[in-house]
C-alpha cells in the first residue's frame, strides 16, 4: 500500500493517523500537491494529496480514504456503530474538511508556506484577522460541543482526526489557542495531538 503526500498536509495527516491507529504498514511518498509523478497523478485526477494505492485500488481524498481503510481494517474502529453517532462523525469530518481547514490554514500559508516553500513574503495581516476576526466564532462553535476527550460516542475516532488535524499547522505557524478564553477546546485538541498515532503522523516525512 502506498500512500502519496507530504506530511505537512492536514488531509494527508488525518490518513496518517488512521494507518498508525490501525497498524497499517504503509509505503509514504511524500510529494507535495500536483506532483507529475504519473502513479500519483492516476491516484489523483485533480492532483490534491492524499492519494492512495492498494493493489488496483487507486483513491484520493481523506475521507474517501478512511472509510475505505475502515470497511478493510474494521479494528480498531474510526467509526461509531450507532446511527446518530455515526452521522455526527460524518458531520465533525465535514466541518474539520470544510470550515476549520480553509481558515487555521491561512496563518501556516502566510507564515510557512509563502516564505519557505513559495518565495513569496507572509501578509501578517491576514494572520491578525484570521486569529481576531475569523477563528473565534469557530473556536466558541467547538467549546460549546466539547465534553470530555472525544466528541463522538465516548471514543476516539473520525470526527477527533478531523477536527484535530489542522490545528498543528496552526502550532507550526506560532500561534495557539487562547486557553483562557477556549479552555475546553485548547486541553482538548492538546489530549488529541498528543496520541501516539498523531505523534507518528506528525514526525511521517514532509518530503
Ligand atoms: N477534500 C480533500 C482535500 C485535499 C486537499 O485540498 N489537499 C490540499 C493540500 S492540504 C491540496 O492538494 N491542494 C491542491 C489544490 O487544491 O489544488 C481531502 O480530504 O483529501
Redesign the pocket.
Known amino acids: 500500500m502506498k500512500l502519496y503526500g507530504t506530511s505537512l498536509?492536514?488531509?494527508v495527516r488525518k490518513v496518517l493517523v488512521v494507518l498508525a491507529e490501525k497498524g497499517i504498514e504503509v509505503q509514504h511518498v511524500p510529494l507535495r500537491?500536483?506532483d507529475p509523478d504519473p502513479r500519483f497523478q492516476a491516484a489523483s485526477p485533480?492532483?490534491?494529496?492524499?492519494a492512495l494505492e492498494d493493489g488496483d485500488v487507486r483513491l484520493?481524498?481523506?475521507?474517501a480514504i478512511i472509510h475505505y481503510l475502515e470497511r478493510k481494517h474494521p479494528e480498531p474502529a474510526m467509526l461509531p456503530a450507532g446511527a446518530h453517532d455515526l452521522g455526527r462523525a460524518i458531520w465533525f469530518d465535514e466541518v474539520g474538511?470544510t470550515e476549520l481547514f480553509p481558515v487555521l490554514i491561512k496563518p501556516f500559508v502566510q507564515r510557512v508556506l509563502r516564505p519557505k516553500m513559495m518565495n513569496q513574503p507572509c501578509d501578517e495581516a491576514v494572520v491578525a484577522k484570521c486569529m481576531g476576526e475569523e477563528l473565534p466564532r469557530l473556536f466558541d462553535y467547538l467549546e460549546g460541543v466539547i465534553d470530555g476527550p472525544y466528541l463522538v460516542g465516548g471514543a476516539f475516532g473520525l470526527a477527533d482526526i478531523s477536527v484535530a488535524t489542522t490545528f498543528h499547522n496552526l502550532h507550526l505557524a506560532g500561534e495557539a489557542v487562547d486557553a483562557g478564553r477556549w479552555p475546553k477546546l485548547a486541553s482538548y485538541f492538546t489530549g488529541i495531538l498528543e496520541r501516539p498515532s498523531f505523534q507518528t503522523a506528525i514526525a511521517a516525512r514532509q518530503g
Open positions: 498536509s492536514p488531509f500537491f500536483h485533480f492532483g490534491k494529496i492524499p484520493a481524498d481523506s475521507s474538511d
